[in-house]
């Protein structure tokens, strides 16, 4: 790709294309109307148009950020006057934009994975109009998985994640989510997800989520449990439905003790 003179692509030597690249790159060509014979005048055309694309969509993004998105507005001192009970147990979780000091400049990951995480994350944080209609309505991703061994930076992905999308942060555990008695776990399930719809845009951070998460089939597990993910799964879900603003990032560093929902 270097040698075909292409700017914003890995080099070949280098590095690999991930699978989405190669499917959007192929998909590209296979529209593409042309008598010609496939050589590399046709891939550097199509490379070229997809540079464009991500451009114009990040640009657009950019926009979106500094005219709609203040980050002077102190939220959680408006909300601490009119918060519920269960919300109120999760505010000392958020972290103002402004108050974010981590950008993906400081963290040492992959240019892939950031890369990903860019795509994933800017429109829906910055134009949530965006997924009101059309293609994109219907493929919002409401959240991803980060997993990794501990260390590796998921902490940090998620604060540069709001960081560039001027987003707030909320953090929450099991520990602030879990409750000794029937129900309360169930409603403060719902809590975080009102509470992130009225700090828009906002990125859920939960680290540690094989505590919360666990497989319902195993054994050991109680009722409780069931029905606290069953009850997160519900409003996850109907957080895809809307165009709240607010993105989930689930943090592990043990993916295959998560439930399979």
Known sequence: IEYLGVSGWSSLET?????????????????????????????????RHLTASDNIKFEWA?????KDRPISDDKTSKLRKTATKHEKRLLGGVIEPDKIK???????AP?????????????????????????????KIPGLLLYG????GKTLLAKAVAK???????????AEINDMYVGEGEKNVKALFSLAKKLAPCVVFIDEADALF??????????????????FLKEWDGMNNDSAGAFIMVA???PGDLDEA
């Open 164 to 174: 560039e999308s001027g987003a707030a942060m909320l953090e929450v555990s099991a």
């Open 111 to 139: 240019v892939e994975t950031i890369e990903a995480l860019k795509t994933l994350t800017t429109l829906s944080l910055i134009r949530p109009e965006a997924f009101l209609y059309g293609v994109l309505a219907t493929d």
């Open 62 to 66: 950019e926009q979106g950020r500094a």
């Open 102 to 108: 981590t950008t993906f400049n400081d963290v040492h």
């Open 252 to 254: 592990t560093n043990r």
């Open 15 to 47: 590095s690999y294309l991930s699978f989405g690249e190669i499917h959007r790159l192929s998909s590209l060509l296979a529209g593409m109307s042309s008598e010609e014979p496939f050589g590399p005048d046709q891939l550097k055309r199509a490379l």
């Open 214 to 231: 666990s497989s319902r089939t195993s054994g050991h597990q109680r009722v409780s449990h069931r029905e606290l993910l069953n009850q």
């Open 149 to 152: 061994p501990p260390g590796t």
